[in-house]
């Protein structure tokens, strides 16, 4: 199975459709006015598909087993196709597409079944997923490329040369995966005036991204958060909540990171953990949601 312990939970709905057709009006008379001998094929199709989505985890092999927080079965009759449509919604890391086909899937064969004894050329037409909702890949940002980014390493070792820079190059690439091309890249010493120095300068350049990793710890030398906190014109809290929680799912340790996160004018300024997994962690947690604060904040602006 696919390894989907790095994603978020996010509310995730699919509709998918199957079709069957019969092979005249008699059939149709039959089904409308509940007279099918096996009996109302709707119903039954009904139960069984709620059965089918609950089941999908087991009979799909590579499908992850997930909470259904809803499901509703729906037919209409158009001519002589019975359309049956199957909506799932849930709350998990991974969506419910499988889930609603396999749904419609098992409900066009109880119909079929149902069906066959009083029209031999009853058949399955087409089954396929008419909508989705939910996850990163409903996230469609074009305007993201037009961005100016900044990354400041805060490290006293890589200043010096003395240890080479795994997180920012990281975190360039995963910016890079978010859509955003125009990236600055710097390694300052943990000291305060070098934070509020590359602050000072990346907001004359019109930076409107900056994250600084590393100093975000409980040593003495760990003071990025202090030094950019005098500096945060509009505090966003839940930005860094949000990665905290995230991170305390898989480290128990993520609680004692210190970052904060908010606007400096109108430069959106994010303090990351140092590590590697700090990193990489902070990413998927935050974006590309994240991102949005720039629609809201240029929408505010006019």
């Not at 939970?9 to 057709?21: C, D, E, G, P």
């Not at 602050?199 to 950019?228: C, K, M, N, W």
């Not at 509009?234 to 970052?259: C, D, F, W």
């Not at 959106?268 to 991102?291: K, Y």
Request: glycine letters at 8%; aromatic letters at 4%; a negative charge.
């Amino acid at each position: 199975m696919v390894d989907i312990t790095h994603k978020s939970a996010t509310l995730r709905k699919a509709i998918a459709m199957a079709t069957v057709l019969v092979s005249s009006e008699n059939t149709v008379k039959l089904i409308e006015q509940r007279q099918v001998p096996k009996g109302d094929i709707f119903e039954f199709a009904r139960a069984s598909a709620l059965l089918a989505i609950k089941k999908t985890g087991d009979m799909i092999p590579d499908c992850h087993p997930l909470p259904v927080e809803y499901a509703a079965i729906r037919y209409t009759i158009a001519g002589l196709q019975i359309h049956i449509e199957v909506e799932v919604h849930t709350i998990y890391k991974t969506g419910v597409e499988v889930e609603a086909m396999h749904g419609a899937s098992v409900a066009a064969l109880v119909i079929y079944d149902m069906l066959k004894p009083i029209d031999k050329q009853v058949e399955i037409g087409g089954i396929r997923l008419l909508e989705k909702k939910g996850g990163k890949s409903n996230d469609s940002l074009p305007w993201v490329a037009a961005l100016k980014a900044a990354v400041v390493v805060c490290s006293d070792s890589v200043a010096r040369e003395e240890k080479e820079d795994i997180s920012g190059r990281l975190l360039c690439d995963l910016l890079e995966q978010q859509g955003l091309h125009d990236i600055a890249y710097a390694v300052i010493a943990d000291e305060t005036s070098a934070v509020q120095e590359r602050l000072e300068h990346y907001g004359q350049a019109g930076i409107d991204l900056l994250i600084f990793t590393g100093g975000t710890g409980l040593s003495d030398r760990d003071i990025t958060p202090d030094a950019v906190a005098p500096y945060i014109t509009k505090n966003i809290p839940g930005i860094m909540e949000t990665a905290r929680q995230y991170g305390q799912l898989r480290v128990k340790t993520a609680m004692l990171s210190r970052g904060i996160s908010g606007f400096v004018d109108r430069m959106l300024v994010l303090t990351l953990p140092g590590s590697p997994n700090g990193v990489r962690e902070s990413i998927g947690a935050l974006f590309p949601q994240v991102l949005h604060v720039f629609q809201v904040r240029e929408n505010v602006g006019h």
